[in-house]
């Protein structure tokens, strides 16, 4: 899933570096927004957006890429869409904060030294967002792992995650140790893997580029 979130955020944050301070403005608030509405909020209007009649399915039968309608919904490929959307802004908001602060002269030096827009930016600017990164991954692995209510809505029955197979041991089937060794599994995992990102985001040489 982070990998999906780094993906949607890449051409986002690469507007955001070249934009003014208008569109800046802009696209802080547009990110800044979903954050306000409320987690189940969000992922029930992903329901009406991936369903069979939504928007989704009914552009793709309209542009003639569909020969029927069709659902997203209870399906990996919707989860991902809709995990990618409401994770986004937390991977953007400490690169953007990063980005503010940047120093553009350093991009200067490079295409001065003869390297090109994008190896001059990949050279000067993205060692400087590095740690930055590093943290909006730690907060959407974080997220999206424990996202119980997102992964039932979307992902049903059919798709099951340790965060439901806990919930389905307690609640349904009754099987408390079985519960309690899978939620210290999910803990333990998460919090390594937390740990490793966050290790590395204060690693010397990236506070150095920080």
């Keep these: 899933m982070t990998f999906f979130v780094s993906l949607a955020a890449l051409p986002l944050v690469m507007l955001y570096w070249h934009a003014g301070k208008r569109l800046r403005g802009l696209i802080l608030i547009c990110t800044l927004l979903p954050m306000l ?10 329901v009406v957006l991936l369903g069979r009649n ?5 552009t793709l039968l309209g542009l003639g890429l569909t020969e029927r309608p069709f659902s997203l919904l209870f399906s990996e490929t919707g989860l991902i869409i809709a995990l990618v959307q409401i994770e986004l802004p937390l991977l953007l908001l400490p690169v953007f904060a990063v980005l503010n602060r940047a120093d553009r002269k350093t991009l200067e030096a490079a295409e001065v030294l003869g390297a090109g827009r994008w ?11 590095i740690p930055a990164v590093l943290a909006g991954w730690v907060l959407v692995f974080a997220s999206a792992t424990t ?4 992964q039932s809505v979307i992902g049903g029955a059919r798709l099951i995650y340790l965060p439901q ?4 041991e307690v609640g349904v089937l009754f099987q408390w140790p079985m519960a309690a060794a899978i939620s210290i599994l999910l803990l333990a995992s998460t919090g390594v893997i937390m740990l490793g990102l966050t290790m590395l985001a204060r690693h010397e040489r990236l506070q150095g580029h920080a």
């Design 37 to 46: 509405t409320a987690n189940v909020v969000r992922t029930f209007a992903w």
């Design 54 to 58: 939504g928007p989704i399915s009914q």
């Design 119 to 129: 190896r001059a930016w990949f050279s000067a600017i993205f060692p400087q967002i």
């Design 147 to 150: 996202s119980y209510v997102t």
């Design 165 to 168: 197979f806990v919930y389905r």
